[in-house]
T-cell receptor, first 115, second 112 residues
């Protein structure tokens, strides 16, 4: 059983640029959530995708957008990057049957630095 | 005020010590309570989750929930150097699937 994989692991962008982060969910999981973890902070919920539709969103502006594909993999897109977007971006997957338990399986994250 | 408050530490203890980690929360809608462990440069991994008030034990770990006080704890017995990590409490309303609200995380170091 493969776990959650994310790419790229590290990347550096400049202010104003756009970035796309990718996530492959764990086998059998059809729900994907994205989190932003700033240095020294806990993860913050960005949004969740279930059956290719956004199914819940945290307090993030519209320049944060996402997609989920039929194979349940997902992308996080961030436009007009700002310095405060520098963080570890975590993808987590879960199976529908566990949706009320909070049992999420996280990837190792993509570390974004905005200069 | 943050919905979930967690003392960031850092906490440093000798091997074999009992460790107590705590979180308080303000939103009574939270129904599920979790503890995640995050090693450096890794994603969080689920340690324990509980639904109701009371204790839940798993090996050296005990999770405690007191809904009336809006307070949760994680106890680690016989702590090991391999327990050195950041511990994150997290909560869920039970209707919002993958949306967890995390605490800030407590950095724990267990020294030999």
């Amino acid at each position: 059983e493969t776990g959650v994989t994310q790419s790229p692991t590290h990347l550096i962008k400049t202010r104003g640029q756009q970035v796309t982060l990718r996530c492959s969910s764990q086998s059998g999981h059809n729900t994907v959530s994205w989190y932003q973890q700033a240095l020294g902070q806990g993860p913050q919920f960005i949004f969740q995708y279930y059956r290719e539709e956004e199914n819940g969103r945290g307090n993030f502006p519209p320049r944060f957008s996402g997609l989920q594909f039929p194979n349940y993999s997902s992308e996080l897109n961030v436009n007009a990057l700002e310095l405060d977007d520098s963080a570890l971006y975590l993808c987590a997957s879960s199976a529908t049957r566990d949706r009320n338990t909070g049992e999420l399986f996280f990837g190792e994250g993509s570390r974004l630095t905005v200069l | 005020q943050k919905e979930v408050e967690q003392d960031p530490g850092p906490l440093s203890v000798p091997e074999g010590a009992i460790v107590s980690l705590n979180c308080t929360y303000s939103n009574s809608a939270f129904q599920y309570f979790m503890w995640y462990r995050q090693y450096s440069r890794k994603g969080p991994e689920l340690l324990m989750y509980t639904y109701s008030s009371g204790n839940k034990e798993d090996g050296r770990f005990t999770a405690q929930v007191d809904k009336s006080s809006k307070y949760i704890s994680l106890f680690i017995r016989d702590s090991q150097p391999s327990d050195s990590a950041t511990y994150l409490c997290a909560m869920n309303r039970g209707t919002s699937y993958g949306k967890l609200t995390f605490g800030q995380g407590t950095i724990l170091t267990v020294h030999p």
